[in-house]
């Protein structure tokens, strides 16, 4: 999808990431002041994403064998808590679409159940005056009977 294409999508895209970045940059606080946070939540993603990172760039480069240096604590703790507020952001973004999607299908569903009711309003409708027609076009029959059944008057 080409954000540049949608200009609404484009805009709850930076509303959403203007919203979380106060949340990234608490947890980056939260990192530097917490020992637990930085050893068990920060470093352990940056280091795998730094690991993959650097395991793809070698790869590409041609050095197949080669063994990765592992960043250092700062680094780490930096570049986790980074990515941690970045997942935060798009895990906020996506809970937004499923939101507005549960909305717009919840809008068909109510649209389509009043378009149901007005079809089945206007049959009802069909069939009453069906009935009326039938019962009119059996009185004219009646009366048309009746109307040659009297006799002509003699002169």
């Given at each position: 999808?080409?954000?540049?294409?949608?200009?609404i999508?484009?805009?709850?895209?930076?509303?959403?990431?203007?919203?979380g970045?106060?949340?990234?940059?608490r947890i980056?606080a939260?990192a530097v002041?917490?020992e637990?946070?930085?050893n068990?939540?920060c470093l352990p993603?940056?280091q795998?994403?730094?690991?993959?990172?650097?395991?793809t760039?070698?790869?590409?480069?041609?050095?197949r064998?080669?063994t990765i240096k592992?960043?250092n604590?700062?680094a780490a703790?930096?570049?986790?808590?980074?990515?941690?507020?970045?997942?935060i952001?798009?895990?906020?973004?996506?809970?937004?679409?499923?939101?507005?999607?549960?909305?717009?299908a919840?809008?068909?569903?109510?649209?389509?159940?009043?378009?149901?009711?007005?079809?089945?309003s206007l049959?009802?409708?069909l069939a009453e005056?069906q009935?009326?027609?039938?019962?009119?076009?059996?009185?004219?029959?009646?009366?048309?009977?009746?109307?040659l059944?009297?006799?002509?008057?003699?002169k």
């Amino acid at each position: 999808m080409v954000v540049g294409a949608f200009p609404i999508a484009k805009l709850l895209y930076l509303g959403v990431k203007q919203m979380g970045k106060p949340l990234a940059n608490r947890i980056k606080a939260g990192a530097v002041r917490s020992e637990f946070f930085k050893n068990y939540i920060c470093l352990p993603p940056a280091q795998f994403y730094h690991w993959i990172e650097m395991r793809t760039k070698m790869r590409i480069m041609g050095f197949r064998g080669s063994t990765i240096k592992p960043l250092n604590e700062d680094a780490a703790a930096e570049l986790g808590a980074e990515l941690l507020g970045e997942a935060i952001i798009f895990l906020i973004g996506g809970g937004c679409m499923v939101l507005e999607y549960s909305r717009q299908a919840a809008n068909s569903r109510r649209k389509e159940d009043e378009l149901n009711e007005t079809i089945m309003s206007l049959q009802t409708q069909l069939a009453e005056l069906q009935l009326t027609t039938e019962t009119l076009d059996a009185r004219l029959r009646e009366h048309n009977r009746l109307i040659l059944a009297i006799p002509a008057p003699s002169k």
